[in-house]
């Protein structure tokens, strides 16, 4: 066999369970942070969730410095990096806490390239370049989907190329993960279906990516059965602690997973968030059901595994049998969460296509999708979506 070469890690140490966020200032000594700088959005700064966390850190007046930037914005752009990066030069900080969801980690992990080398146009971001001793970076996810906390890229919307870019380098990788499902406690059920199908996503195209990475397989197998048991759950009760904690843990599995690669659904969705403001969860539910139907017409069989990881009796049926039964499966559960299928509902129309279309074949997830697929076939993707 013609093996290509490759690396893979799983490194990042992950503190997982409900109020596991108590012990983050211990673990913050550990690291030498004393003046942390946590980033979030204005939205998470509301939350319970925030409050949880400034009770770990103790109040500011109680002589603890720690410092705040909630300028992230959803989709973030790259002036979040640079108005984050600010904070931290003058807070004198020593170390980041990114706080919340995809948007916030993001922003966290990639503020630390901007403390390095100040003068940097993320545009001109080169993997080749130094990023040895990044700042520490502790991730704490309130939403269950993005896998963001353990992975190696930060996804940033650059204004030269107004695209989403994904910013990847080791380096990235945070130093300490905390899954904690009190955190997720009040995450509502429209955004808990939305990034659990995004973490659903993930380990549905990692796994049929035609890459040999038999790690990343299982894991991504097993991210699909915590999701099906775990996500019907923690959307009709929030308060559900053992769904919240399975869901965390089934979205880092599938970022892990997807250091093998992504496919067609992410390359249709990113500039779904770009072009019409879409959150990305959301974007990949309205589209995945569609990618997996063109997929299996070119592939059959291709999600006979992903049944079976979903519990459904699909040993026996033939290829078209196995694929129709899990695409049928995958779509009525993104429905029963609440998510009813079609882009116009929000705000997409066939005079988007061209450029939705030009965008997404440049993206290049699909150039891992099990299939090929040709701009022609993204453009019909898309208005089968509609
Ligand atoms: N780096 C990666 O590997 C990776 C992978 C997938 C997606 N992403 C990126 O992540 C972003 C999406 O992240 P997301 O889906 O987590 O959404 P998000 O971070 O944009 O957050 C969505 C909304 O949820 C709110 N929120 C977050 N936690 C909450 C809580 N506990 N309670 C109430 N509200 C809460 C936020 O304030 C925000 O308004 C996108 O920009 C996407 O491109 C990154
Ligand atoms: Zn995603």
């Known amino acids: 066999m013609n093996q290509p070469?490759?690396?893979?890690?799983?490194?990042t140490t992950t503190l997982f369970?409900?109020?596991?966020?108590?012990?983050?200032?211990?673990?913050?000594r550990q690291m030498n942070v004393n003046r942390p700088l946590v980033v979030t959005d204005p939205g998470v700064v509301k939350t319970e969730a925030f409050n949880l966390l400034k009770q770990a850190l103790g109040e500011k007046t109680q002589g603890h410095a720690w410092y705040l930037y909630s300028g992230v914005h959803p989709n973030p752009v790259e002036n979040d990096v640079v108005e984050g990066a600010a904070a931290y030069r003058d807070g004198r900080c020593d170390g980041v806490i990114a706080f919340g969801g995809g948007s916030a980690l993001d922003v966290g992990k990639a503020i630390r390239l901007l403390i390095k080398r100040p003068d940097l146009q993320l545009d001109k971001f080169n993997y080749q370049d130094d990023w040895s001793n990044l700042a520490p970076c502790v991730c704490i996810p309130t939403t269950a989907g993005?896998?963001?906390e353990v992975g190696r890229s930060s996804v940033i919307t650059l204004p030269a190329t107004k695209r989403k870019a994904v910013l990847f380098h080791p380096a990235l990788l945070a130093k300490l993960v905390i899954l904690?499902?009190?955190?997720?406690?009040?995450?509502?059920?429209?955004?808990?279906?939305?990034?659990?199908?995004?973490?659903l996503t993930h380990c549905i195209e990692s796994f049929t990516c035609p890459v040999f990475h038999p790690m990343c397989d299982g894991i991504a197998l097993e991210g699909i059965h915590l999701t099906v048991d775990a996500l019907p759950h923690a959307y009709h009760d929030g308060n559900d602690l053992d769904a919240r904690g399975k869901m965390l843990m089934a979205a880092a599995m599938g970022a892990v997973a997807f250091q093998k690669d992504l496919g067609t659904t992410h390359s249709l969705a990113h500039p779904l968030s770009t072009l019409c403001g879409l959150h990305h969860g959301t974007a990949n539910a309205l589209c995945l059901p569609f990618v997996m139907e063109l997929n299996a017409e070119r592939k059959p069989g291709l999600y006979r595994r992903v049944g079976l990881?979903?519990?459904?009796?699909v040993v026996k049926a033939t290829d078209a049998e196995a694929d129709l039964v899990t695409i049928n499966f995958i779509r009525q559960f993104i429905i029963d969460l609440g998510l009813?299928?079609?882009l116009r509902a929000y705000g997409v129309s066939e005079t988007l296509l061209e450029a939705l279309t030009e965008q997404?074949?440049?993206?290049?997830?699909?150039?891992?999708?099990p299939v090929p697929v040709t701009a022609a076939d993204l453009r019909a993707l898309y208005l089968a979506a509609l």
């Open 309 to 313: 990881a979903c519990d459904l009796d």
């Open 180 to 199: 904690d499902a009190e955190l997720t406690r009040g995450l509502p059920p429209r955004l808990t279906a939305a990034t659990g199908i995004d973490a």
């Open 17 to 28: 369970g409900a109020g596991s966020i108590a012990e983050l200032t211990a673990r913050l």
């Open 146 to 148: 993005t896998g963001s």
């Open 360 to 369: 997404a074949f440049q993206d290049p997830c699909h150039r891992t999708n």
């Open 340 to 342: 009813h299928l079609g």
């Open 5 to 11: 070469i490759t690396t893979f890690s799983f490194p």
